[in-house]
């Protein structure tokens, strides 16, 4: 699904999240307008990102905690 995040810098930015099974763990990758994309997954209760993805920490917090809203519904 296409949702809109507004960035730091007031700018607006569609990502489509997806979740998936990468080699048997729960992911969930995202794809920004721009052609990047991130691998996110959960360990406990915390965020993580693949070590190739420079996401900055605080989105994937908000991110991370956005995908727990969508589980909980």
Do not use: C, H
């Not at 007031?10 to 969930?28: E, M, Y």
């Amino acid at each position: 699904m296409d949702y809109k995040i507004r960035l730091k810098d007031g700018t607006i930015q569609v990502i489509q999240i997806i979740s998936t099974t990468f080699k048997k763990l729960k992911v969930w990758k995202l794809s920004f307008t721009g052609g990047k994309e991130i691998m996110l997954y959960k360990v406990g209760n915390q965020w993580m990102q693949r070590t190739e993805d420079y996401l900055e920490q605080q989105y994937i917090i908000l991110i991370g905690a956005y995908i727990d809203g969508l589980e909980a519904k």
